[in-house]
């Protein structure tokens, strides 16, 4: 039978979306099979994220200080901020380099089937971003699923009585898909298109 | 843009079979919001094995001590050698307590495709073991692959000048089955119905 150092990697692995118990099985076969070319770099690049990756507490962006490089930067434009679900669609957008504001996450989007309510989300720090001033546009970049455009409306409404311009990503976003996995190009044009929430 | 260290381990998840760059990216998400649930657990975990694990110089099984468990319980019966292809061979084997034997695992099988010749696998260790003398029997457990039998039938070849009754687990074994697969009545059945190599 395998040792339980083995049970508890492979129960650690089968706990990551995209892996199952067998294919966890598989991967820890193969980490061990390689052990200085797999399973030494997956064990420092996981120490070195625990170590040394901290959640912003200004935006939620996920990195190596905090705050982070993006807040930290004085060359963003910080009259506008782009609100995002998670930190891979801040990520998706940072990467295209088309937004040259600064970013919040919300953590995840409301969502009746899964619990997820308006408080679970970082809804209230961006109230009190807004609240502080500077900020002249809003650009809601939510996933152009139902759960995401509910999201928007919900955080549309909470900062209505704020003298800022609110904007959302244009419609030429496929039905349905999620930031995270667009190209560049329709970002792009997603982003050029974006109009007032009515 | 995402960190070098999320790069990093991203890079180091997409080598895990069963995970390409996009499910590690999202591995990687996921890892970083659940930090105490998720990443913690598997940093211990990989830390754990890293640290305790080690290959038994006698068999090859992956073990916390060296020689193994099972190379080291007395109660196992030492004329009676089953050699496996792979770790998860063993374990599958060991987990089904119908073999009551020691295990040679060969750390893979012969292929012309990805270049594994004889000097690749552990055989030579496996001919010395045999030449220590006191062993009986040679139960080879390789898959029911073409690569598999290529393998056994290479084995035979070089054991055949001792003293030992050969035998390979019976084609009950679904063709083109992995023994790691299997259940353990299939496995019991190939078991028992062994044969020698002709
Ligand atoms: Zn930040
Ligand atoms: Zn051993």
Redesign the interface.
Same mark, same amino acid.
């Given at each position: 039978?395998?040792?339980p150092?083995?049970e508890?990697?492979t129960?650690?692995?089968a706990?990551?979306?995209?892996?199952g118990p067998r294919?966890a099985?598989?991967?820890?076969?193969?980490?061990?099979?390689r052990?200085e070319t797999?399973?030494?770099?997956?064990?420092s690049?996981?120490?070195? #994220?625990?170590e040394?990756?901290e959640t912003c507490g200004v935006c939620g962006n #996920?990195?190596?200080s905090n705050p982070c490089a993006i807040c930290a930067d004085p060359r963003r434009d910080l009259r506008s901020l782009c609100v995002v679900e998670? #930190?891979?669609d801040l990520?998706a957008l940072?990467?295209s380099r088309l937004f040259p504001g600064k970013f919040h996450v919300l953590?995840g989007r409301l969502s009746a089937l899964e619990g997820v309510r308006p408080e679970d989300l970082a809804i209230d720090g961006l109230v009190r971003r807004i609240e502080a001033g500077g900020i002249d546009e809003v650009v809601l970049a939510m996933n152009a699923t139902l759960e995401g455009q509910t999201t928007a409306h919900y955080v549309a409404e909470r900062i209505e009585r704020f003298p800022v311009r609110v904007t959302q990503l244009a419609h030429g976003l496929p039905v349905g898909g999620e930031l995270?996995y667009l190209d560049d190009g329709t970002l792009a044009q997603a982003l050029r298109a974006r109009r007032p929430v009515a």
């Open positions: 039978m395998a040792s150092e083995i508890a990697l129960n650690a692995l706990r990551l979306p995209g892996l294919s099985r598989r991967a820890v076969l193969h980490l061990l099979k052990r797999t399973l030494a770099p997956l064990l690049a996981l120490a070195a #994220v625990n040394r990756l #996920v990195d190596t998670e #930190v891979a990520w940072d990467r953590g995270d």
